[in-house]
């Protein structure tokens, strides 16, 4: 017994041994670091659903679609959007001169911090930045899943399928969107050559959503619209990796 008892704090004590080396190295890593980065990542780490004590300790795990109440509304919103043709060709000419300059320039991105860090919160965002995410958000649901019946006036003639790839912990930013996706988990490959935001096996998350094209093709001109306007008020990624193709040579048939 006494050899186990003596064993055991033997295990203890070198366990207490590793974890101050980890702790004094873990230290001296992020001693160099900007002060910025910092604040982003403690941001992400205590704002991003899916922590261990809520997830049974997976991390990478991507959150629930939103609540009953926003998706009502939201209903509400798309609703009053009377979308069709016009309309969205209006949203297109809009949407397209909002570059992230431009959002800073009238004052609706709020000195926010360099791309590929954390996620933009409210108070990177003024009250028309605000509103204009949120119409963001509601135009792509629309175009995404709306129907007549939603207040949605398209003449879908084909199906196409959306994929679209962003970091797990951010994707609960359109978790509106995991309601009707194919979700594949994936770790990220790529490397930033100024080495600012590299997510070299970082998990990610692949969203795959079948919607319906207009003969034109303006409705995936849209979602493009609306998700660059997004990444630049919200999910602030380098580069947010989105591909369109027609259904006909998509896996999911």
Request: glycine share 8%; charged share 30%.
């Amino acid at each position: 017994m006494d050899d186990v008892t003596e064993i055991g704090a033997l295990v203890r004590e070198v366990r207490q041994d590793m974890a101050g080396e980890v702790r004094r190295r873990l230290r001296e890593a992020l001693a160099d670091r900007p002060r910025e980065w910092l604040v982003e990542q403690l941001l992400d780490l205590a704002l991003a659903p899916g922590l261990p004590a809520q997830r049974g300790g997976r991390p990478d795990v991507a959150p629930a679609e939103d609540p009953a109440e926003e998706r009502e509304g939201r209903a509400e919103r798309v609703r009053a959007l009377a979308l069709d043709q016009v309309r969205l060709r209006r949203f297109l000419d809009d949407y397209r001169a909002l570059d992230r300059d431009t959002l800073i320039e009238r004052g609706l991105l709020l000195a926010p911090p360099a791309k590929g860090g954390g996620l933009l919160g409210p108070e990177h965002r003024s009250t028309e930045g605000e509103r204009l995410l949120t119409e963001a958000k509601d135009l792509l649901y629309a175009l995404l899943f709306g129907d007549e019946e939603a207040g949605v006036r398209l003449d879908r003639v084909e199906r196409e399928l959306l994929t679209l790839t962003l970091p797990r912990h951010k994707a609960h930013a359109i978790a509106f969107v995991l309601r009707a996706a194919t979700e594949i988990g994936a770790a990220g490959t790529w490397r930033d050559p100024e080495g600012a935001a590299n997510d070299e096996r970082a998990p990610n998350t692949i969203l795959q959503v079948e919607y319906g094209e207009v003969a034109e093709e303006s409705v995936g001109n849209g979602i493009t619209a609306c998700l660059r306007l997004i990444n630049n008020l919200q999910i602030n990624e380098v580069v947010l990796y989105a591909r369109m193709e027609n259904v006909e040579e998509s896996t999911l048939i």
